[in-house]
């Protein structure tokens, strides 16, 4: 799995289904 870190939250990568996923940061 290849997680990007930014200001706003993080993206990755689902190695399974090669999916870009993003999570916001509360």
């Known amino acids: 799995m290849s997680i990007m870190w930014s200001s ?3 993206f990755y990568v ?3 289904t090669e999916m870009l996923h993003f999570i916001q940061l509360s």
Do not use: E
């Open 8 to 10: 706003q939250g993080r």
């Open 14 to 16: 689902d190695c399974d």
